[in-house]
């Protein structure tokens, strides 16, 4: 039986097979996905994303309680950076989770980024359809921990949740475009700390500037340590999954994020069929030797090479 | 294509010292594997689905509390249950000469005392998984 018939069996250890099969970029791994196919697509897809320890781990371990009291069989996607120097990586938001780990209904899985930009995985996509087809019907997705500019998690989740923390920067800061925009739902947490009263109305004011349609995040004041505001926060994105439901938005953000799997899946495709034709080290040395001599340029080079070599 | 190495760090039993385990997820890291750290305080059935659902190569024991003899073992036989019988497993932390027979006996790998070498721990994973 491959491993897909025995994922359909609720088999951890088949999932947890696969998804590394996907990490990896395993050739075994696409004729499997082939066949979970069908029976993904259906669970919600929460994401949670913030700064480095903004709270993301403590809060998706209280939202995990919560969805399971509900009946749930949640999956968890955490992803940490890769090291960009030698590739490895210390994958810690376990820690913050582990009294889920002996839950047959939680399937929790620890990612590194290995270099992918915007605060996921490049196996993200896929990890989260093994998740699907292991039995879950809700998927948290937590991000690295993110600066201004890592919004890609807003692009396959669909609702996708920012935990801020007090003492992250002025006004200014609130109003720079980037991750603030992406919010859902915008999580304050720690908030027991004495300057949580000025976080609020920076975020508010920002979330005031910015309106985006007819869904105003609303702002949820937490203390994860405590399990504080964890039901509001819940209730928070009830509403916005009732909102996009209703209007349409989360059937189209299927759809995109179907269409933007497609083209990565023949991006990967037509990278596998000339990875093998590129020039090898040897060969680009030679040829940077002649640009610094001033007898080429890199424009030249390149499609000479694409010419002859990849697309001839 | 190549494999990346993932190993599971875990501290079994009731003590509170991390440092060993933490210094050598650094270790590990450093040398281009991804370490997946579940904290203090983990029973080995905690320990056990963290690491299949984690599908890693390796996990890595710390004890010092003294109950090595009795959660080492526990982790090897529920991984086993769990299909994960091809999982290499190693320990460290304060664990006397004459226990380590027996623990090797009951499936533990290899047993790395104070003092060793972290680079020796990283020749150890890579030369048994690969």
Redesign the interface.
Known sequence: MGLAQKIFAHD??AA??L??WI?????RASGELREIFPRTGAAYLLGITGAPGAGKSTLTDLLISLYRSRGLIVGVLAVDP??PF???????D??RM?RH??DAGV????M?S?SWPGGLSRAATEAVRVLEAWGCGLVIIETVGVGQNEVEVSRLACTTVLVCAPGAGDRVQAIKAGVTEIADVIALNKADLADVEHAASALEMTLALHPRGEWRPPLVRTIARDGMGVEELAGAIDAHRRFIEGNGTLAEKKREGLKDHLKEIIRRKLHERISGRLPSDGELRSRVAEIQQGLADPYTVAEEIAAKEIMP | ????I?VLIAKPGLDGHDRGAIVV??A????????????IR??P??IA??A????VRAVGLSCLSGAHAKLFPKVVALLRE???DDILIFGGGIIPEEDIPALKKAGIAEIFGPGTRTSAIVEFIQKSVC
């Open positions: 951890t250890r947890s097979r998804l590394s990490e990896d970029g395993d050739s890769s090291s030698t590739g490895g990586a210390v994958l810690g376990r820690v582990q780990a002996t399937f929790i899985r620890s590194a290995r | 294509m190549s494999r990346t993932r997820a650094h590990l890291r450093e040398a281009g594997m991804e370490v997946i750290y579940t904290g983990q029973t059935e905690q689905h963290a299949v659902q984690e599908d769990k299909g994960g």
